[in-house]
């Protein structure tokens, strides 16, 4: 069985000017976080990712050119991103099929309906998307504000019913929440690792209890989020304190308002960082304003990282 658990980034994705996939950029973006120790997996075909952008042989591409650069190393974890559940269990069927070793779970954009009010709805979603697959699922909960949220009731069955679902990337954002979905999740009979997406709040979630860190934050502090997470794992707060410090500005900035600019700050990052040579996204998305490429490299300057 995979082991989800540990430091998971889910990598950014570099274009070229034409906006076309930049393998080469891409290739040497997944070797700087896969050759980092403490490094446990790594995620694709997600929003880091811009999956949103990308056509079905886009996405089947970017996995090939992941899955090779990890050569089983770590696991895989693709992102099954699609509206429709027989859609989504065919993306599941084909990333089983190209070698991926587990598969994070987008909700579906119909939940912002009110499908809080209807959790069979998730429920199957889910259920179909199982059926359709052996392997090991990630279920993702979205912010507590976000219509496409899980109640903890849904996620609890989800998790406890649908046995393919292992574990969770807690992304609810309110620390609240947080609590509750973990201390049900760990008083099931099967063990569900909670994987932390809470990136403006990683050490306080971390040290409420989690299994890991799976988030797009990772592509650029990667490093941080291992020694982050292993002073909690010693029950060392001062050096985790002292590595959040220089974490908390990073995530700060990337994840200021809008927050649809997310990734899109974060692709500059690696620019100013030097590893990658240029920040080109997709439409809709829009590059970022000179003013805030400047804060975002004062902000990696305060973290203690080196800029080109």
């Known amino acids: 069985m995979v082991q989800l658990r540990g430091v998971i980034p889910a990598h950014l994705l570099p274009f070229t000017a034409d906006l076309e996939i930049d393998e080469r950029n891409l290739r040497r973006h997944l070797r700087g976080l ?6 446990t997996g790594i995620t694709t075909n997600a929003h880091a990712s811009e999956v949103a952008t990308l056509t079905a042989d886009e996405q089947r591409r970017v ?108 992304w609810s954002n309110d620390i609240v929440a947080y609590e509750r979905n973990l201390n049900a999740l760990r008083a099931l009979d ?52 002292r590595v959040w410090e220089r974490i908390r500005p990073v995530a700060e900035v990337c994840y200021e308002d809008p927050f649809l600019d997310g990734h899109n700050r974060m692709k500059v990052a690696l620019e100013l960082l030097g590893r990658i040579d240029e920040a ?11 003013p805030d490429r400047r804060r975002i490299g004062e902000a990696l300057r305060r973290a203690g990282l080196e800029t080109t």
């Open 34 to 39: 896969l050759d980092l120790d403490g490094i």
């Open 63 to 170: 996995l090939d050119i992941v899955l090779d650069e990890a050569r089983g190393e770590v696991p895989v974890i693709s992102g099954v991103y699609q509206d429709g559940s027989a859609k989504a269990a065919r993306i599941a069927t084909e990333a089983e099929r190209a070698g991926a070793d587990a598969l994070l779970v987008f909700p579906s954009g119909v939940f912002e309906g009110g499908s809080q009010q209807r959790p069979e709805m998730a429920f199957g979603h889910y259920s179909e998307i199982a059926a359709a697959t052996s392997l090991p699922m990630i279920a993702f909960v979205y912010p507590a504000t976000s219509g496409l949220r899980l109640g903890t009731d849904a996620l609890v069955r989800i998790c406890s019913e649908i046995d393919n679902v292992v574990a969770v990337k807690e």
């Open 190 to 241: 099967k063990p569900v690792s909670v994987l932390s997406s809470f990136s403006r709040s990683l050490l306080a979630s971390l040290v409420l209890g989690a299994d890991g860190v799976l988030s797009g934050h990772g592509s650029i502090v990667a490093d941080l989020h291992v020694e982050l997470f292993r002073a909690v794992e010693k029950q060392d707060l001062t050096q985790a304190r």
């Open 280 to 290: 080109h996204v997709r439409p809709p998305l829009q590059p970022i304003p000179d």
